[in-house]
């Protein structure tokens, strides 16, 4: 008799939680709210206004803005052959970007995964994530000085008689794989790791080699990962601007063009920024489309 | 995000603003008359606010001075560094600030927006005979007669060369222009739509035919040849800067040659073979002066930060440490450090400055005076200038 009074009594301490055992809306609601606000305040709604400021004008007098509606800034980014052929150009270099992270994550993943001893495994697994530890300016820096005339890059290279392209669209690919390779890297090894071992066992006993193990077997098996990382590699390579200013030389990526546009005209930087949305919500169609959004 | 909106929407209903080239307003020296909002100046100088907010170019506001002020007139000063003109524009714009060190090419849109007032001179007794010359009186801060801005320093956009490469100074803009230069993939050129005076610059010279008679007064068919030479620059560019420390290192580094530079980035380079000259052509250049916002709660501080910074010894160290010809030529027979500062960036040299075309934004109103066509706005220049690097 004591014992039940103690938990009720204990139980009564807890007005909230007993208040939300009863009322289920109520609790659904009150996980909810936070990440909801969250979405929508913070995501939603500046990508609306971002929207909105697209169809403003500018004075042409002053750059002030003003509410307003047309479509000029749209066209303007459309037709202007220079901004489409910085679309494209920015398109080329995040699809070059992700190829190569892949190309190298792949193999990298199966080798720290089912052929490394664990002491290389963890070895690897610092080593990819570390770039991670530093900022991103200062890896675009380094990354500049490295292939100045005189930097690292053509130094070492002088005994072979290779020399760096200098400062353009190569190195800007190589500075935004470098900055971006971990977030390939690791969800391609964590989902090679979960393939069961007797699965490579069984191919081989089939009589497939290597690269037909890879290719009929891991990857299937890895699209999931691969596509994850590659929405990081492709999204972060399309709206990066500095790796193109401090390693692109005259390179202009669609980024150069909103940060120019940024002060002196935003309408036409929130237009051109549709751009680079448009084309991840292509690449995340074509993506569901192979199935492996909803197996990720 | 959302107030900065609110604040540029509030700007703008707060002034209304034409612009007409055949208005009746008193012309200035150089012929032009200019419309903007009739914003009335400050009177008589009263008690200070206490504080006083300002938005700057790095190294101009420093604690070796700004405490002298704050313990002599109780404002205390807020700095906040802005990278760009444009940025500078967009902070003036939300109304949190009173007073700005804008370059020429702020300065005019800042006026003609009605983001600044008009300043009485004779509350700012430092801004005397000693300010030089060539930094009063300009188009790009003085409007039908009416001086907005108090000089504070200027320098040149000069031709820098690597003397290892190119053995001598170049005689010509031509090195970074033109298609058979030997430097091709190793010039570097300033990234802003500022920059397409530069090309205008040199057309008025190596193509008269075109009429240029001032590089920011560009009819249609003068920014369309100035945006050519800039297409078939682009063809044998290296790199464009607009941060200072990429562009140090690119000349340091190899990558660069030949192009556009500031004595203070030579100077920071420390490399003997790094050398600048102003070529035949002549060139542009960066002329600042603070502006005082038409909104400002502090004006009294505005005022006396404004005469305090115009004395020669306190004008002489924001030029020292930036790295600039100071306004204030007193200070250059201060002492013989400063005489050196003054030589090395041709402080007192008005002949040299004449040659410079100051910055000054670009307005439909053709600032070379012509009546008869629409000049092209800055607005235009922007988009003209994201087409040049394709």
Redesign the interface.
Known sequence: MTQMTQVVAKKQSKPISSYLLRRTKVRLLSILAPPMTWIVGVYIV?LF?LLI?AFWN??????????GFNLENFK?VLT????I??SIRTLLIALAVTAICIFFAVPLGIYMAKIAKPWVRNLLAVAITLPLWAGYLVKIIAM??VF????FFNWAMAPFGIRGP??SIPIVILTLTYLWFPYMALPVYTAIRQIPPNLFDASSDMGAKGFTTIYRVVFPLITPAVIAGSVFTFSLSLGDYLAA??TG??T?MIG??IA??I???PP?AAAYSMIPIFFIVIYLMVARRTGSLERM | ??GK?LA??S??SASV?I?SGCSSGSEDSSGVSIEVPDIPMHQAMGEFEGELNIVNWSGFVEPAWTDKFTADTGCKVNPRVAG?S??M??LM?TGQYDIVSASGDAAL?LI??GDVQPLNIDLIPNFSDDIAAGMKGNVYDTVNGKPYGVPIGRGANLLQYNEDVTGGAPESWDVVWELDTPYK?KITAYDA?IYIADAAVYLMYHKPELGIKNPYALDEAQLAAAIDLLKQQ?QV????W??PV?QI??FV???TVVGTSWEVLRKFAGKENLKTTLPVEGSTGWFDSWLVSSTTKNINCAYAWMDYTSKPEVNGAIAVNFGMAPANTAFCASSPEAQAHCDTFFAEDEEFFKRIWPWTTP??TCVDGRKDVKCT????W??A??????
């Open positions: 500046s206004l400021t500018v004075d042409p007098f002053t750059s002030l803005v003003s509410p303007m202007v052959p220079a901004y052929a910085t500049r000085l100045t005339e005189e930097g200098g400062f200013r401090f030389g005259a202009q150069s063009i120019q546009n002060n002196l005209n036409v | 995000m959302k909106k540029i929407l700007a703008l603003l612009i760009t444009d940025e524009v967009t714009r849109r003609v927006g993939g739509p682009n560019i290296g790199e464009y607009s941060d990429a290192t690119s580094g190899g990558n307005i439909e706005s800055f607005q235009d922007t988009n200038w994201a087409t040049v690097k394709g």
